[in-house]
């Protein structure tokens, strides 16, 4: 059963953690493309917590599935970053 502080407790985390990565990213200038990129894994993270937090067994998976997808993601992004600025680096040699 999902209790009522539990939501507001992640939900109060999530927007901390927006706000201070909002804070942050705007001292980089980034266009709104980028900052949606990088705050997905966070959103879909927390939307994944909190349907672990219920009893239906569907919804549960889900949960698991989306907290384990956002850390994929983030993976995927760092090799990604990784593998197009070798190649971009090697291009210009």
């Known amino acids: 059963m999902v209790l009522p502080y539990q939501i507001f407790i992640v939900l109060s985390v999530l927007a901390i953690s927006l706000i201070a990565l909002d804070f942050i990213m705007k001292k980089f200038a980034l266009h709104l493309r980028i900052k949606a990129l990088l ?47 070798q190649l971009k680096y090697w291009k210009k040699n």
């Open 39 to 85: 705050l997905l894994p966070v959103l879909l993270f927390v939307c994944g917590y909190l349907m672990r937090l219920t009893e239906n067994k569907g919804i549960v998976d889900t949960g698991f599935f989306l907290t384990d997808f956002s850390y994929l993601f983030v993976y995927l992004l760092f090799a990604m970053s990784f593998l197009l600025g």
